[in-house]
């Protein structure tokens, strides 16, 4: 039974969320608390280590947790019941998508098979409809003529293009994206962070995990600092970036700033 | 002592030659075949998690790994008889000896395949919400079965090797016709030179067909 | 089952005549390891130099040891070499010939690895046998090569341990000869071959399992 949703409360509830490796040893999240609307489009950046993609990881699924809960649009997601078991509703599961930071498609299959697989398999779609949908979605970002290449064929940003519509297939209501260009040579960014903008004007639910400062101000509605598996400050980017509040911000952005992105 | 070498007897004796190159060939085929099948089965076995299975499929597998092919061979033509109480005769006793140790590589070859496909994918299954018998049937049996075939190849290769042995129990391969002949006309180097020189027309070929796969086909999976 | 009555004492008076050949074996192995292990390095050092005298027959070389069976090998160096040296040789020493030219055939396509991987050693190399820079190679190339390539060159070792099975056919006394003379005068044939295919595995599997152990070690030191 999912308790009936109020329309005040958020798009997105992570309660003191807590993971650890190694049986305690090693602890990674040390209770994340946020809340997210649906307008919103949240931003996550930190030191490496400081549990970031952990978080993301954990909003997918993909990990245990050691304590707290996730709920999204009112249900019931991800929760950690007694005896430390993970308890993950798959029907709340599926309406979450993931894009990776190394573009995991499958090497297998051509693009058109990649993007069709989980629609026929998971949803039971019928073919002709589901290869449609996808190669309008690969004709809106500029891909069509890729419909039957394999990703070996691809290049590094348009492997990521197809990895983001392949999520796109299935309509999810929240989308993940961990360290997507982090991977990527500097002049294959771009590419991917302006299909990433398209769909975050579009009204796209999104947690975006990034290194890239100049990214991060023009798409983000919220940006929360991570580090030490605890969301040290958040706030919305004009602030944000302008006046961070707590010293440890404030150095972690001079030191990025004085690297190379913005 | 004058060397004469005799072409004629090559030319005289090559048509018997070549009917053991059939049987060598045949029974090859036909191992290999059995062996990649029952591989493919068996390595299922050997990533399972039923503690049966996997110790039985593990204790198989050194063994016919661990111990010369020819005393699998004699093993099976000597022994199995006596145990079954039924004459199994030279092909069969062939038959099984070799298929179960092709059986043996391969399903080394498929574990080590399935090994090496990288945890991504299986996050890349998770986020995608595909059912379990999706992601084994659509993503990971083929990519473990395709990059599997560089070693299953080259374990066919060795296979066609370890036929010779046949000979040994009185199989009608190429050896066995080589080294009747070659007694027979107490002409060892034109003839042995000569079956050696088939094996290498038959086996080199496939070494390079090998390494040219195996090429190929880790540009396409991009590892 | 009924009329075959185990009895393992027959095996037992007769293992002194198994640990007899197996001595053989081990004497085989060891000779050809010990030659091989150099052996090889010199013949890798043949095949990538750049004077097409040398790489040309040493690739040839290593060709036919690694596409044809190591039965015709082995045959071919009873039969033929004597003829052809006018030379004659024990089959022991025949046969340590045949098993040492086809370890060294393996173990260079080991150290030929092995030798790229160690980057400025690929220019000494090939200096080395273009000039006279041998000390060179020697003492800088073929240690690392050496280290390199070990895990290889011992499964290459533990492989041929088996392959020197192959001798009996050649009636060298080794320990599958000994076993199949055993078989066929005790009428024990079960008892018999498994306790040979024991020996094998008991040696064979410990080394194998220990290497394996040891590669894991460094590729999680490395990693």
Not at chain 2, 35 to 42: I, N, P, S, W
Not at chain 3, 59 to 87: D, G, H, K, S
Not at chain 3, 157 to 170: D, H, K, P, R
Request: a positive charge; one cysteine or more; hydrophobic letters at 50%.
């Amino acid at each position: 039974m999912q308790p009936h949703r109020s329309p005040a409360a958020p798009f997105v509830e992570i309660r003191d969320l807590r993971k650890s490796y190694g049986r305690g040893k090693i602890p990674v999240l040390n209770g994340i608390t946020d809340a997210m609307a649906k307008s919103d489009r949240l931003v996550i950046i930190g030191p490496s280590g400081g549990g970031k993609s952990t978080l993301l990881r954990c909003m997918m699924g993909l990990e245990d947790i050691d304590g707290g809960k996730i709920v999204l649009d009112g249900l019931n997601y991800i929760e950690c019941q007694e005896r430390g078991r993970t308890v993950i509703d798959r029907a709340v599961q599926r309406q979450v998508g993931m894009v990776f930071q190394h573009y995991t498609l499958f090497p297998h299959l051509t693009v058109l098979q990649n993007l069709i697989l989980a629609p026929l398999k998971r949803n039971g779609e019928r073919k002709p409809t589901a290869i449609a949908r996808a190669e309008a979605l690969l004709s809106r970002f500029g891909l069509a003529e890729k419909l039957k290449s394999y990703p070996s064929q691809l290049s590094g940003g348009q492997k990521q293009r197809v990895a983001i519509a392949r999520a796109l297939m299935l309509e999810p209501k929240l989308m993940l994206f961990d360290e997507v260009t982090s991977a990527l040579d500097p002049e294959l960014v771009a590419e991917v962070e302006a299909m990433i903008s398209e769909l975050a004007n579009g009204g796209l639910p999104m947690v975006v995990v990034t290194h890239d400062m100049g990214f991060a101000k023009n798409i983000a509605t919220k940006v929360l600092f991570c580090a030490d598996g605890v969301v040290m400050e958040s706030g919305d980017p004009q602030t944000f970036f302008s006046t961070p509040k707590i010293k440890r911000t404030q150095d972690f952005l001079a030191k990025i700033l004085h690297g190379n992105k913005v | 002592m004058g060397l004469e070498f005799s072409p004629s007897v090559i030319i005289e004796y090559l048509p018997a030659l070549l009917r053991g190159l059939r049987t060598t060939v045949l029974l090859s085929l036909l191992c290999i075949v059995i062996g990649l099948v029952l591989g493919f089965l068996v390595s299922l076995m050997r990533s399972s998690n039923n503690k049966i299975l996997y110790v039985g499929s593990t204790v198989f597998v050194e063994f016919f790994r661990g111990t010369p092919v020819l005393i699998q061979l004699f093993w099976i033509f000597f022994c199995l008889p006596v145990i079954l109480h039924v004459d199994l005769g030279v092909f069969v006793s062939a038959v099984i000896a070799l298929s179960l140790y092709m059986t043996a590589l391969c399903s080394e070859a498929f574990r080590s395949a399935l090994l090496s496909i990288g945890a991504e994918q299986k996050d890349a299954v998770v986020a995608l919400g595909l059912p379990r018998w999706a992601s084994l049937l659509h993503v990971i049996l083929p990519q473990a079965c395709i990059r599997a075939i560089p070693n299953l190849l080259s374990n066919s290769v060795t296979l066609f090797k370890e036929s010779a042995l046949v000979s040994a129990v009185g199989m009608a391969d190429l050896m066995f016709q080589g080294e009747n002949i070659s007694n027979a006309t107490a002409r060892p180097i034109e003839v042995l030179t000569t079956v050696a020189a088939i094996y290498f027309a038959v086996g080199f070929p496939l070494t390079q067909i090998v390494s040219l796969v195996e090429r190929r086909i880790l540009r396409r999976m991009a590892i | 089952m009924s009329d075959y009555s185990f009895d393992f004492y027959y095996v037992l008076s007769g293992f002194s005549r198994l640990l007899q050949g197996l001595v053989v074996s081990l004497e085989l192995t060891a000779l050809a390891i010990g030659i091989g292990t150099f052996s090889g390095f010199i013949l890798a050092l043949a095949t990538s130099s750049p004077i097409r005298v040398l790489s040309i027959p040493a690739r040839l070389f290593v060709e036919i040891f690694r596409c044809t069976p190591a039965l015709i090998q082995i045959v071919w160096f009873f039969y033929c070499f004597p003829m052809l040296a006018n030379v004659f040789w024990s089959p022991f020493t025949m046969a340590a010939i045949a098993l040492t030219l086809n370890l060294t055939a393996f173990n260079s396509e080991a150290y030929r690895a092995a030798i790229q991987a160690v980057p400025a050693a690929h220019r000494d190399a090939s200096v080395a046998l273009g000039l006279s820079k041998w000390h060179q190679a020697v003492h800088v190339v073929f240690p690392q090569a050496l280290r390199i390539a070990s895990p290889v060159l011992v499964s290459n070792s533990i492989s041929l341990f088996q392959q020197s099975s192959l001798v009996a056919v050649v009636s060298v006394e080794d320990l599958m000869y000994e076993g199949k003379m055993l078989a066929v005068e005790t009428y024990r044939p079960i008892e018999t071959f498994t306790t040979v295919a024991l020996i094998y595995f008991g040696l064979s599997f410990p080394i194998s399992q220990l290497v394996n152990r040891i590669e894991r070690r460094n590729a999680r030191l490395l990693a």
